[in-house]
């Protein structure tokens, strides 16, 4: 009979690489190893400008509107640590405005911003059955968890959950 550390060598293996491969193996299949450095799946793109959204029209048709991070026009996008553009201005000005987050606008997604992004994350989780990741990247589950500010022409600056659905 022969013992492991031969058959590794009969398939041209040492026992470090044969080691080395069985742990890559599993690293992958429980998700440790991770390809690349996006946060979200490689379908979603990064944020890259802002766009006013409408998010609900008062009884007189006028629409409320927000300034949302966008891609190409699309509210479906990602931001994260090093993003800089005008999508996170966006994101700073409702995480200040409406969210109670002391953080500058300037357009990078700094330390301070990924902090913001994840107290708003811990905030929705202490108050909401339906859990988000905390992991102070702004995706689609913290777009419809924090509130955003916008103006209405008749109730003037507000703040206000996507679609006016109260988040998730």
Not at 138 to 151: D, P
Request: aromatic share 8%; charged share 10%; glycine share 8%.
């Amino acid at each position: 009979m022969l013992s492991q550390k031969k058959i590794g060598h009969q398939r041209g293996l040492t026992t470090k690489k044969l080691l080395s491969s069985v742990l890559a193996v599993l690293a992958l299949s429980m998700g440790l190893a991770t390809m690349g450095t996006a946060p979200a799946t490689a379908s979603t793109p990064q944020c890259t400008s802002q766009s006013q959204i409408p998010m609900f029209s008062d009884v007189a048709g006028r629409n409320y509107k927000v300034w949302m991070p966008v891609y190409s026009g699309q509210i479906n996008c990602w931001l994260a640590l090093r993003s800089n553009s005008s999508a996170v201005k966006a994101l700073q000005s409702s995480l200040r405005a409406c969210n109670g987050q002391n953080i500058a606008i300037d357009g990078s997604y700094g330390p301070a911003t990924q902090q913001a992004v994840r107290n708003v994350q811990t905030r929705w989780n202490s108050t909401h059955s339906t859990k988000i990741l905390v992991d102070g990247i702004y995706g689609s589950q913290t777009r419809h968890a924090m509130m955003w500010y916008g103006y209405n022409p008749l109730l003037g600056y507000l703040c206000q959950y996507e679609q006016d659905k109260g988040g998730l």
